[in-house]
């Protein structure tokens, strides 16, 4: 074991902590050496974790061409990431790792789990804009690229088409224009945006997502929440009260326009409905669009920025890096790792994978997406209009769409923003000790 590996070994407290299963963990260390056992007859065996079941098939046909170049390596590819976590407590962690990157993904990069990338040739190809999303959140020694970017969800209004040109309605590109759009649908008896808070989780990652992010420098506000670690309090300035208040009458007015009966209905009654034209519009992300295609293949859909000023060069979308590519930092197949995520990152590999899943290309030269069901949201991404979504800045522990959705039940917002920081300074004392 060399020194530099030596100086990166991970207790298995420290682990634990940084999956949030910290207990009566002994302090043992992680032997970070590991073994030569997936190298036999000349061939490296990887193990490839990624955590979309649906794309198994796309990543098999890539794993076969890569073979195919690469005869020396073998990739085997599990698409369970329940077992990551055991896998790094067993120290036995998959060899390259794909994650949605998030709080959860950050602790793990923050505690050095993965290698530094920066080196690879395939690193200089991303857009500084979108691998600043990665970085954002944390570097471990404050300088290492742990992850690199392979897909970009953004998200935003998704709209249908036919209704909106049989009542004569514009995309919005303003707060008032988008407000006058709900009132003629309105006023013509058309539902002007379909609501499903019976699941929190749409709320939050649409109305309170796309207001919050529209209204404020999301991603600053974090940074200086972190920074003041539990000295969080209603009348701070990096407090929820003191940044999220004029977010919320909005969210309260896109209430207003959602059909009656809202709180019963899930994501999936708004899937249906929608494909049926029941609304105009819908506060999800591509992950719907398919769904929605499926039930109704001839319905034309498009999406764009909420818009929640009067100003459209303020307008922006909301993103969330879908997959990051990252590498463990003490697998013993690190070459041939490398030589896996350099193909990934092959344009002809990783622009096919966002073409057809409605996503984003994180590659400086990545082609505009001519998909009309995203293709709305082409000059927000091309001009780094985007923010990541506030809900992904809360750890797991912090029950943060219940309190959305219990704040559009309740309308208090004082009440609300309270208990946003109630959390959060909870969170910073426990993560302080």
Known sequence: MNVSLKATLLTRRSLLRATGLAGAAAILPLTGCGTNASQQNGITTLRFMQNKPEVVDYFNQVIKDFE?????????????????????????PPDVVTRGFAQATADFVKKGIFADLSDLPAASTINP??????????RYNGNETSALPF??????VIYNRDIFEAHGVSVPTTWDEFVAACETFKAAGTVPVYGTYKD???????????????????????????????????????SFTNNFGPAL?????????SQGGAESKNYADGNAAFAKGQAAMYLQGPWALSQLVAARPEIRLGTFPLPVTNNPEETKARVNVDMA??????????AAAQRFVGYLLEPAVVNTYNEKNAAFSPLKDAPAVTNPQISGLNDSIKEAR?????????PPSVPVNNYIQSFVYSKNGDQFLS???DEWRRVAERTAV
Do not use: H
Request: hydrophobic letters at 45%; charged letters at 15%; proline letters at 5%.
């Open 419 to 421: 208990a946003l920081d």
């Open 325 to 334: 590519l990252s590498i463990a930092r003490n697998t013993p197949n690190m």
């Open 151 to 156: 897909s970009v969800a953004a998200a935003g």
């Open 68 to 92: 195919a170049l690469n005869p020396d390596i073998r990739v085997i590819q599990d698409f369970n990431e329940g077992n990551f976590v055991p896998g790094l407590v067993r120290n036995d």
């Open 386 to 394: 985007y923010f990541q979504g506030a809900v992904t800045y809360f």
């Open 129 to 138: 804009e979108m691998q600043e999303l990665i970085s954002s959140w944390g």
């Open 200 to 238: 929190p989780w749409t709320l939050a990652q649409g109305m309170f997502d796309y207001v919050a992010g529209g209204s404020l420098d999301v991603a600053e506000f974090f940074a200086n929440l972190t920074a003041a670690g539990a000295d969080v309090s209603t009348a701070a300035p990096e």
């Open 249 to 257: 009458p909005k969210m309260l007015q896109l209430t207003s326009y």
